[in-house]
């Protein structure tokens, strides 16, 4: 397997080492392979339910105590890595390292499971009205029907899909490994644009005021035409561009795996500030009144001021933070990977710990 531009940008071991593992993964074509990347966690008002290694947890917001894993007991054959999607009525849809991906309830039940994917699952799936959007490593974007788990439509890349598509009026946008952003229409997949950006993709595009506002491995931030795919500006970065593009007012926030979070003003395409914490930045960055939140890999969790910069508080945890810090009301959620604990919930304002939660072995 060859993905152009891995050499272009600086990047720290470890982090070289879980994406190597991950194309390894993506490209394997034997039996089952235990999740070895970071958490997926996504939340409502009550839950937080976190995907990662062999398990689902929900996990009570206010007390921070599991509720229930899926599956109940552990299974080497069923393991996961992408952030569940939440439907209107509560329900669950994950994907799988084992192709698979299923319906659960807000009880954790099975309600059904679909083996249309012909590879691992590492994006997370999008639910579009009844469709629901897995991206799949074997190149395909399948769109199921979120009641049945049926297939409705199929669109082929010509790479690996990491990323969960962005959905909006109608239309899909879908980032891949394969230098390609794509446009589709939703009620039947069709190809309305596609635009090579000669870099790979691993996140989700953000989309504000009708720019598609994407990163990439090798070619910094890119703003394309969300109507036609043709490119409007671009701002270059000292790293790998691994999450997703934040926006908050007039800002585009992200960071970079050499370590840098970037704040870029949107109406004059140019960067405002940037700040060097820690660690490599391979997380979407959270926003809340004026601060934003992001994580590193070294472990430390930050929140600065989201016109300047300027530092607000930072809490140091255990373990490697790859994942999206979340906020949940008036806490950050933030899943660590070899840590003490699995999942913890800081103070938004503060960064004072509320609670953490580690499976019961």
Request: overall charge negative.
């Amino acid at each position: 397997m060859h993905i152009a531009n891995l050499r272009s940008a600086r990047i720290g071991a470890p982090l070289v080492l879980m994406i190597a593992a991950g194309l390894l993964a993506g490209c394997s074509t034997g039996g089952a392979t235990l999740a070895s990347s970071w958490p997926g966690v996504a939340v409502t008002d009550t839950t937080a339910y976190v995907a990662y290694a062999e398990a689902i947890y929900a996990v009570d917001l206010a007390t921070g105590q599991q509720r229930w894993r899926y599956p109940a007991e552990a299974d080497r054959q069923v393991t996961f890595y992408a952030a569940p999607a939440i439907t209107e009525d509560g329900q669950l849809i994950v994907g799988g390292y084992d192709n698979r991906v299923r319906r659960l309830t807000a009880e954790g039940t099975q309600v059904w499971q679909s083996e249309a994917a012909g590879d691992r699952i590492i994006g997370a799936p999008a639910i579009a009205g009844d469709l629901v959007l897995v991206p799949s490593a074997d190149h395909t974007l399948y769109a199921l029907n979120t009641a049945s788990g049926a297939l409705v439509w199929r669109f082929e890349a010509k790479h690996s899909l990491w990323a969960a598509p962005l959905v909006d009026e109608g239309h899909a946008y879908l980032a891949s490994l394969d230098h390609f952003v794509y446009a589709l229409d939703l009620a039947d997949g069709r190809l309305l644009w596609e635009r090579d950006l000669g870099s790979a993709m691993a996140d989700t595009p953000a989309l504000v005021d009708g720019l598609l506002l994407v990163g990439t491995f090798g070619a910094g931030l890119q703003a394309l035409d969300a109507a036609t795919g043709e490119p409007t500006w671009s701002l270059p970065s000292e790293g790998w561009i691994w999450g997703s593009p934040t926006v908050a007012g007039t800002a585009a926030l992200f960071g970079d795996v050499a370590g840098t979070l970037y704040a870029v003003d949107l109406a004059r395409q140019a960067e405002v500030w940037r700040v060097q914490p820690d660690g490599a930045v391979a997380g979407s960055p959270a926003v809340l009144g004026d601060l934003v939140y992001f994580t590193t890999e070294s472990g430390t969790v930050y929140a600065r001021q989201a016109a300047s910069g300027a530092p607000a508080w930072e809490q140091a945890l255990t373990g490697k933070l790859y994942a999206d810090p979340l906020l949940a009301g008036d806490m950050l959620l933030v899943a660590s990977m070899q840590g003490e604990s699995l999942l913890t919930a800081l103070d938004a304002a503060t960064g004072a710990i509320r609670w953490s939660f580690t499976p019961a072995r």
